[in-house]
């Protein structure tokens, strides 16, 4: 199917709340894992997001330059090509842009976009994440404001992260107390009072509850996904709305249990970031397969290796294969598989 609309998108997420399920979010960086992630989703019957960090869109440029949005643009048109051969609908987004990355990757593509649109086309990215976590909260907020006319106008959403979590991703680490690993009533108001609830085109929030980016082993950190439902009655409450006025994004959930999952969707989220878990199945049936075929990928003692086993097509689709799996898992996790509206 081809890649979806802004309004197909829109009711993608509008579907997920409604129906109590989220989406995988998938952070690509090469076209591997692009076809791993259709490959997965296609298997899973489930719509679904790529998405990209200024890390990654570097890699798409290429390693020796510096070209983030080209790299970026070069992703979303790739998926766009390639989405046409698989019967699911997917969308693109930018994932974790800090606030020294504005320059040379959110606002690049959001004229991109613009151009785009301007000239009768839709937007190239369906949504963009400001990650203003480094900055005060004023400050983040304020950068949304001035970033969501521009996002509405293009027909776009706006992801803003309200809190911090912890560890790092593509160089944006976050250190200090447990405290602040728990985002309050109080300052998802501020945002809402700033952002409203849709008027001004519409916004998802990352809300932290104890997240940590990257890899950690279970207990080491404390999720409390109820807090997600405390704060949509709180917001509910205070600005008069019906229950769960909120679109909500789950970041660091590596290692989450089946039940914080669940938790976490029941109270609004309707779309979960992984990297870290996709990553890891991606490079293990690589090193899974070079380990039994150590003999054939290698040119040991004078000999000539066995071409058909050190072809990178070989063990690329061994890896794409075995990241798949881990993305049809996630839909299982998310409730979102076998729910494809294509």
Same mark, same amino acid.
């Given at each position: 199917?081809?890649?979806?609309?802004?309004?197909?998108?829109?009711?993608?997420?509008?579907?997920?709340?409604?129906?109590?399920?989220?989406?995988?979010?998938?952070? *690509?960086?090469?076209?591997?894992?692009?076809?791993?992630?259709?490959?997965?989703?296609?298997?899973?019957?489930?719509?679904?997001?790529?998405?990209?960090?200024?890390?990654?869109?570097?890699?798409?440029?290429?390693?020796?330059?510096?070209?983030?949005?080209?790299?970026?643009?070069?992703?979303?048109?790739?998926?766009?090509? *390639?989405?046409?051969?698989?019967? /699911?609908?997917?969308?693109?987004?930018?994932?974790?842009?800090?606030?020294?990355?504005?320059?040379?990757? +959110?606002?690049? +593509?959001?004229?991109?976009?613009?151009?785009?649109?301007?000239?009768?086309?839709?937007?190239?990215?369906?949504?963009?994440?400001?990650?203003?976590?480094?900055?005060? +909260?004023?400050?983040?907020?304020?950068? =949304?404001?001035?970033?969501?006319?521009?996002?509405?106008?293009?027909?776009?959403?706006?992801? *803003?992260?309200?809190?911090?979590?912890?560890?790092?991703?593509?160089?944006?680490?976050?250190?200090?107390?447990?405290?602040?690993?728990?985002?309050?009533?109080?300052?998802?108001?501020?945002?809402?009072?700033?952002?409203?609830?849709?008027?001004?085109?519409?916004?998802?929030?990352?809300?932290?509850?104890?997240?940590?980016?990257?890899?950690?082993?279970?207990?080491?950190?404390? +999720?409390?996904?109820?807090?997600?439902?405390?704060?949509? =009655? &709180?917001?509910? =409450?205070?600005?008069?709305?019906?229950?769960?006025?909120?679109?909500?994004?789950?970041?660091?959930?590596?290692?989450?249990?089946?039940?914080?999952?669940?938790?976490?969707?029941?109270?609004?989220? *309707?779309?979960?970031? /992984?990297?870290?878990?996709?990553?890891?199945?991606?490079?293990? =049936?690589?090193? &899974?397969?070079?380990?039994?075929?150590?003999?054939?990928?290698?040119? /040991?003692?004078?000999?000539?290796?066995?071409?058909?086993?050190?072809?990178?097509?070989?063990? &690329?689709?061994?890896?794409?294969?075995?990241?798949?799996?881990?993305?049809?898992?996630?839909?299982?996790?998310?409730?979102?598989?076998?729910?494809?509206?294509?």
């Amino acid at each position: 199917m081809p890649l979806a609309t802004p309004d197909q998108y829109a009711d993608m997420l509008s579907r997920a709340k409604a129906g109590g399920f989220a989406y995988p979010a998938i952070n *690509v960086a090469s076209s591997q894992s692009i076809n791993a992630v259709l490959q997965g989703l296609t298997e899973a019957g489930s719509d679904g997001i790529l998405q990209v960090t200024t890390g990654g869109a570097d890699y798409f440029a290429g390693q020796t330059v510096k070209a983030r949005a080209t790299g970026a643009l070069a992703m979303a048109r790739f998926v766009a090509e *390639v989405a046409k051969s698989y019967p /699911i609908t997917v969308a693109v987004h930018t994932d974790h842009c800090p606030k020294d990355a504005l320059g040379s990757f +959110l606002l690049p +593509l959001l004229e991109a976009s613009e151009e785009q649109v301007k000239a009768g086309g839709e937007p190239i990215f369906q949504s963009h994440m400001w990650d203003g976590s480094a900055v005060p +909260l004023a400050e983040n907020i304020e950068i =949304a404001r001035e970033l969501l006319p521009r996002m509405k106008a293009i027909n776009a959403i706006l992801e *803003v992260e309200i809190g911090v979590v912890g560890g790092e991703e593509d160089g944006v680490q976050h250190e200090g107390s447990n405290d602040a690993l728990y985002t309050t009533t109080g300052d998802v108001a501020q945002a809402v009072e700033a952002l409203g609830l849709g008027e001004n085109g519409r916004w998802i929030a990352a809300l932290t509850f104890g997240n940590v980016h990257g890899v950690y082993k279970p207990g080491n950190v404390k +999720l409390r996904p109820e807090l997600l439902g405390e704060i949509q =009655a &709180g917001i509910a =409450a205070q600005f008069g709305t019906g229950p769960k006025p909120l679109d909500l994004v789950f970041h660091g959930g590596s290692g989450s249990t089946d039940e914080e999952i669940a938790l976490a969707v029941a109270n609004g989220v *309707v779309k979960m970031n /992984i990297d870290t878990d996709t990553q890891y199945a991606f490079t293990r =049936a690589v090193a &899974g397969y070079m380990m039994r075929n150590y003999d054939g990928v290698l040119k /040991i003692d004078g000999e000539v290796g066995n071409k058909k086993q050190y072809d990178p097509r070989a063990w &690329g689709k061994v890896a794409e294969s075995a990241m798949a799996a881990r993305v049809v898992e996630a839909t299982k996790q998310l409730g979102s598989f076998g729910k494809s509206q294509s």
